[in-house]
């Protein structure tokens, strides 16, 4: 019997595995990942009570193995697993016995049109790399979807085409209001800044570089990490930089062959100014009736927890996202099963700023987090919630702007009595306050404002700003000294 068992290679899974063996130097750990490289986080800096920050790179599974001496690594998919009698199958039909197991599984991404070929979604290095290859003989893709995904990438193809399609009114409302969305249209059409010379973050390595058991030649990648597309070539074959047409409160309404498109009589629209755009392998139908021809499309539309290994013959609960519901000590409804990252759901009362989103940084914090809880409960311990549930933090890069998204920066659960506080500068910085009572809420940060450990104190320590109100973003103000 194997007293700690962790599924999963991605950052949840791996952060879990480590913190594992650094509590328990002397128990055997088994981590088993279907894919043949884990991530490792690097270079982990706080850059507040809770922002953090820190790269990750792809690393061969034995690499795990020779940092946590007691760590094993298994590269096996896990078929099922039978909860009641601590028993986990591998697909090649081995058993292993537990004690206690932590699902880390991740997501799959939600794919429109799964079983059309020209329609990809973007996941793990695997996926990127069909996506480079399609993408350097393409003259135009329509990307679908406005959180993270899309916008980067919308940010990164050069030399080809782009119709952005989103369901909303604005760009990169999973993560921005309309008016930061407004603020970053600007960039959408300028040439990208050269990032020729700046040294890559990571060390990568790709499936090539590492053999792949033949049972097991469809490997399920871990989600990739910061910077993914930083330095990945995405360049069709147009002589153009970026070419972006964004259109608005759309969904997909079918995507034609192009036998079915000459034969429906539709016009398809014209970019460019060139009518003479010859034909394309798809064609994609919006809900405003637009028809565009496309090489292929990029599905960006979210992703859905990767549970199904788990759930028959089990009594998880599951939330209405999909998630394994997991409580405030990560345990899942079955016994001794913890789950933590993409895979699963907070079903605790979250504190008054936080809320889950699927993001690198809840899944290293959710992997650490369950392991202290798998080993407090094994010695009889109670622990209480970690501190960096306390506060929704996250640091990303849009449109090469640092964005920093603090507590409820978009008004999320808050009745309609809430202020809005505004600052923006166009080109520069956009800041974004959310008030309450004359206490803050939330707040957008985009730029290099300075402003994150101010405003991370000020949500945390709810002072009341009504005094303040009318200086709290006036730029000849010093705020961090004024509120020392
Ligand atoms: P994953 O990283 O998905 O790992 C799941 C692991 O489980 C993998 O190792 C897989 O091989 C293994 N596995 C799956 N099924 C089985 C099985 N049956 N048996 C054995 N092993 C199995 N987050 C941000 O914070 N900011 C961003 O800008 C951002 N951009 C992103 C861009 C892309 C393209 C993607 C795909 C995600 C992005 N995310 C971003 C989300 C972030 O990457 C994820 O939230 C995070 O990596 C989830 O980690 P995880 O460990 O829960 O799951």
Redesign the pocket.
């Known amino acids: 019997m194997t007293k700690y068992v962790v ?7 791996v952060t879990c595995a480590e913190t594992l063996s650094s509590l328990c130097p002397e128990d055997e750990i088994l981590l ?4 043949p490289l ?2 490792a986080i690097t270079n982990y800096k706080k850059i507040t009570k809770t922002l953090e920050e820190f790269d990750v790179e792809e690393r061969p599974n034995i690499s795990l193995q020779s940092k946590c001496e007691n760590v094993k690594v298994v590269q ?3 078929g099922s697993l039978d909860a009641k009698s601590h028993v986990l199958r591998l697909d090649d039909g081995q058993e292993v016995v537990y004690q206690k197991i932590c699902l ?4 799959k ?1 939600k794919l429109i049109a799964e079983q059309n070929p020209y329609v990809i979604g ?3 290095t695997e996926s ?1 790399q069909e996506f480079q290859k399609r993408l350097s003989t393409a003259r135009r893709v329509m990307v679908v979807g406005n959180g ?2 899309a916008t ?1 990438l919308v940010y990164e193809i050069e030399g080809c085409e782009v119709v952005w399609a989103i369901k909303d009114k604005s760009i990169s409302s999973t993560f921005v209001d309309p008016g930061a969305g407004q603020f970053f249209i600007a960039e959408l059409n300028k040439k990208k800044k050269t990032q020729e010379g700046k040294p890559s973050k990571r060390l990568k390595y790709t499936v090539d570089d590492i053999k792949i058991s033949e049972s097991n030649n469809t ?8 910077d ?1 597309s930083a330095d990945l070539s995405m360049t069709g074959t147009q002589e153009i930089s970026h070419c972006v047409t964004v259109e608005k409160c759309v969904e997909v309404q079918a995507i034609h062959t192009k036998q079915e498109f000459e034969k429906s009589g539709k016009r398809c629209c014209v970019l460019s100014g060139n009518p003479d755009q010859g034909s394309w392998p798809i064609y994609v139908e919006l809900t405003n009736d637009k028809v565009y021809g496309c090489d292929f499309l990029v599905s960006a539309t979210g ?1 859905v927890p ?1 549970t199904a ?1 788990f759930l028959p013959g089990n009594q998880f609960l599951i939330a209405d996202d999909f998630g394994i519901r997991v409580d405030d000590m990560m345990r899942t409804s079955e016994k001794d099963v913890y789950a ?4 699963c759901t907070a079903g605790w009362e979250p504190a008054k700023h936080w809320l889950q989103m ?6 290293r914090q959710m ?1 650490a987090y369950s392991a202290q809880c798998m080993v407090a409960d094994m010695q009889g311990q109670r622990i209480s919630l970690d501190f960096c549930f306390e506060v929704f933090a ?1 640091v ?1 890069k849009f449109f090469n702007y640092k964005v920093i998204l603090l507590g409820k920066f978009n008004a999320q659960g808050l009745r309609r009595d809430y202020e809005i506080l505004l600052r923006v500068t166009k080109g520069l910085e956009y800041v974004k306050v959310v008030l309450r009572d004359g206490r803050m809420e939330g707040a957008i940060l985009i730029g290099e404002t300075n402003l994150e450990e101010t405003f991370e104190n000020l949500i945390l320590n709810q002072t009341d700003l009504t005094p303040f109100k009318d200086h709290l973003l006036d730029p000849d103000i010093d705020i961090e000294d004024f509120f020392d």
């Open positions: 599924v999963g290679g991605g950052i949840a899974g088993i990942t279907a894919s884990i991530k096996k998919s896990v880390c599984t991740g997501g991404p973007i996941r793990d990127v993270g995904i980067e490997p399920i990648g871990g989600a990739l990490g910061p993914w992703v990767n290994p933590a990252g993409d895979v699927r993001l690198w940084s809840q899944a992997g996250h990303t």
